[in-house]
């Protein structure tokens, strides 16, 4: 094959190997919308949480659970609500005025 036959590559544009962020207009040129967000913001996702707890803390959890009837997670989820409420009722109170002479 002689250097005439070979095909010409210098005018050809090096795909990236990664996707590359649209930088202009034209980077998005020949490519369909599918979906856009509604321009609010997502609520954040659920928590989900997994708590190694000591040996106290097991025994604690397993009488309070036994004594309750609630399963473990309900009873988590019991606390922190009561956890948060508390400190709601807290931040709603209004300070104690100290009394000056």
């Known amino acids: ?9 210098a005018h050809r544009k090096a795909e ?9 207009p034209e980077d998005g040129a020949g490519w369909t919308l599918a ?11 659920l928590i989900r ?4 707890l000591n040996a106290e803390q097991s ?4 009488e309070e659970a036994k004594r309750t009837g609630l399963d473990y997670v309900t009873l988590v ?7 948060r409420t508390a400190e709601k009722r807290t931040a ?8 000056t002479a």
């Open 92 to 99: 709603a109170k209004p300070a104690a005025r100290r009394r």
């Open 1 to 9: 094959m002689s250097t005439t036959d070979a095909p010409n590559t």
């Open 16 to 24: 990236p190997a990664e996707p590359q962020p649209w930088l202009t």
């Open 35 to 45: 979906a856009r967000g509604s321009g609010a913001p997502e609520p954040p996702p």
């Open 59 to 62: 025994a604690w959890l397993r």
């Open 49 to 52: 949480v997994v708590v190694d």
């Open 77 to 83: 989820e019991r606390l922190v609500e009561e956890k």
